[in-house]
C-alpha cells in the first residue's frame, strides 16, 4: 500500500550552519539582487538546528496576506539568502519561499551574499 504521508511532510531544509561547519571560509562576497530559482533554496539560516526546522504556521494571517499578495502579482521586498556551493539557504522571507512554492512560482528576487569555502 502506497504511503501519502510522503505528501504532507513539512519542507525540509538543511542547516546553513551544519553545511559549514568545519570547513574554512575563502571568501564572502555581496552579489546584489537578482532573481533566483525558488528550487535552488534548499536551506535556512538561523531556522535549522540538529536536523530540525522552525515551521511556517500557513494558517496565520501573515501567510495568507504574503500569498495574497504574490498571486496578485505585487512586488514584495527580496528575500535574503546565503549561497554556498550553488544553493541558497534563506536568511529572511521564509514567508515568502513558501507562500511562492505553494502557489508555483519559479522564481523570487532575492539579495544574494556568497560564500566559498574549502
Known amino acids: 500500500m502506497l504511503s501519502v504521508l510522503p505528501f504532507f511532510r513539512k ?3 538543511k542547516s546553513f550552519d551544519e553545511q559549514v561547519n568545519g570547513r574554512k571560509l575563502i571568501s564572502r562576497s555581496y552579489k546584489g539582487t537578482r532573481p533566483i530559482d525558488v528550487n535552488k533554496i534548499v536551506g535556512s539560516v538561523g531556522r535549522c538546528h ?4 522552525e515551521s511556517i504556521d500557513k494558517n496565520s494571517q501573515r501567510y495568507k496576506n504574503i500569498k495574497k499578495a504574490l498571486e496578485s502579482l505585487k512586488v514584495l521586498p527580496a528575500i ?3 549561497v554556498v556551493d550553488n544553493e541558497y539557504y534563506i536568511v529572511d522571507g521564509h514567508h515568502r519561499v513558501e507562500a511562492s512554492k505553494e502557489i508555483g512560482m519559479e522564481f523570487l528576487d532575492a539579495e544574494i551574499i556568497e560564500f566559498k569555502y574549502h
Open 11 to 13: 519542507p525540509r531544509y
Open 50 to 53: 540538529n536536523g530540525q526546522c
Open 80 to 82: 535574503k539568502v546565503y
